[in-house]
C-alpha cells in the first residue's frame, strides 16, 4: 500500500499492551476534537470525538482525554491489535465544527505481535 | 450504500496540464472539502464548500480550483499553476458541524 507518512513520529506497542497517542493541538479556541486513524493508501477513518465541556470519553477499546489547560489531546487504546497499526490524526474545530478542521501531522502506531 | 466516492485512485498528470480529480457524495451531506496530504505532513485545506454554488479556499489554495454546482460533486482541478502537485488528495463531507466523512483518496504524480 501507499505510504502516508514517511517521517512521522512512530509509537511501537506489544500486541495486547494498552497504546496511548498524544496530541497537542494550537488554538485555545478550539471547541470540538476528533481522532482519525489512517491506514495505508486509505481515507481516515472517525474513531471519537470530544466536545471542549468534557474531559474524558470513552468508546470501545477507546478513551480520549482533553486537558484545555495545557492544550493537550490523548488517545488510549486499550488491549492493542495487530488492526490497530495506522496513522492516527487528532483534529480540532472552532464553532463547533463550523469551520474547517484543522488536523494534526499524525502519530504512526506500529503493533508488534 | 451511502457513501463518498473518489475518482481515479491513481492519476499520472503531464508537466503544464491541467487535472481534474472527481469527489461524489450521496449522504445528503451539506459540507465538502478537499485536503492535500504529503508523507510527514498532517492534511492540509485546498477549499471547502459549505453550500451548493458557494465555496471558500482553504490554507494551500494556490494552483487549484473547485466548483459545486451540485450537491453531491466538489470537483477539484489542479491547474498548471501548481507548481508540485504529487501528493495524496483526499475528499471529505460533512452533513453540518461534525463528522466529516472520508472518501478513498487519489494519489497525483506528475511524470
Known amino acids: 500500500g501507499e505510504s502516508v507518512g514517511l517521517h512521522l513520529p512512530t509509537l511501537s506497542v506489544q500486541e495486547g499492551d494498552n497504546s496511548i497517542i498524544n496530541c497537542a493541538y494550537s488554538n485555545s479556541a478550539s471547541d470540538y476534537f476528533i481522532w482519525y486513524k489512517q491506514e495505508s493508501g486509505k481515507g481516515p477513518q472517525f474513531i471519537i470525538d470530544?466536545?471542549?465541556?468534557?474531559d474524558k470519553r470513552q468508546g470501545q477499546r477507546v478513551t480520549v482525554l482533553l486537558n484545555k489547560t495545557v492544550k493537550h489531546l490523548s488517545l488510549q487504546i486499550a488491549a492493542t491489535q495487530p488492526g490497530d497499526s495506522a496513522v492516527y490524526f487528532c483534529?480540532?474545530?472552532?464553532?463547533?465544527?463550523?469551520?474547517?478542521?484543522?488536523f494534526g501531522k499524525g502519530t504512526r502506531l506500529s503493533v508488534i505481535a | 450504500d451511502g457513501g463518498i466516492t473518489q475518482s481515479p485512485k491513481y492519476l499520472f498528470r503531464k508537466e503544464g496540464q491541467n487535472v481534474t480529480l472527481s469527489c461524489e457524495q450521496n449522504?445528503?451531506?451539506?459540507?465538502m472539502y478537499w485536503y492535500r496530504q504529503d508523507p510527514g505532513q498532517g492534511l492540509r485545506l485546498i477549499y471547502y464548500?459549505?453550500?451548493?454554488?458557494?465555496?471558500q479556499k482553504g490554507d494551500i489554495a494556490e494552483g487549484y480550483s473547485v466548483s459545486r454546482e451540485k450537491k453531491e460533486s466538489f470537483p477539484l482541478t489542479v491547474t498548471s499553476a501548481q507548481k508540485n502537485p504529487t501528493a495524496f488528495y483526499l475528499c471529505a463531507s460533512s452533513p453540518n458541524r461534525y463528522g466529516y466523512t472520508f472518501g478513498s483518496g487519489t494519489r497525483l504524480t506528475v511524470v
Open positions: 464548500s459549505q453550500i451548493v454554488n458557494d465555496f
Open positions: 449522504l445528503n451531506h451539506d459540507a
Open positions: 483534529a480540532e474545530t472552532v464553532n463547533s465544527g463550523n469551520t474547517p478542521l484543522v
Open positions: 470530544i466536545r471542549s465541556n468534557m
